[in-house]
Nanobody
Framework: QVQLVESGGGLVQAGGSLRLSCAAS????????TGWFRQAPGKEREFLAA????????YYADSVKGPFTISRDNAKNTVYLQMNSLKPEDTAVYYC???????????????????WGQGTQVTVSS
């Protein structure tokens, strides 16, 4: 069992930046593909980015490609999401998730992930 804890959310002005962290409780996390999702009120959970276990492969949703960067530090059992040029429409609860499945395009879908964090709120003011 892997427990994931997100941190780094908060209130930021439009155009600002935040770096989210996802810390895992088990060393096996470093063998898992990890993704970031978000969910705004009244909307479905949205895939943002995924990174392979080694960090050698990444994949982004078109909506965040460029301003957002996913990375990982396996020595710290932590995955990051650097978010730049934030907009009010980026306001949502952000979740990290870990998948035991082999890297592939299916990893942009929430059912492909086995473990989820509790989420961290990001609010972007205009």
């Amino acid at each position: 069992q892997v427990q994931l804890v997100e941190s780094g959310g908060g209130l930021v002005q439009a155009g600002g930046s935040l770096r989210l962290s996802c810390a895992a409780s088990a060393r096996t996390f470093r063998t898992y593909t990890t993704g970031w999702f978000r969910q705004a009120p009244g909307k479905e959970r949205e895939f943002l980015a995924a990174i392979s276990w080694s960090g050698g492969s990444t994949y982004y949703a078109d909506s965040v490609k460029g301003p957002f960067t996913i990375s990982r530090d396996n020595a710290k059992n932590t995955v990051y999401l650097q978010m730049n040029s934030l907009k009010p429409e980026d306001t949502a609860v952000y979740y990290c998730a870990a998948s035991t499945r082999i890297w592939g395009l299916v990893l942009k879908t929430a059912p492909a992930y086995d473990y989820w964090g509790q989420g961290t709120q990001v609010t972007v003011s205009s």
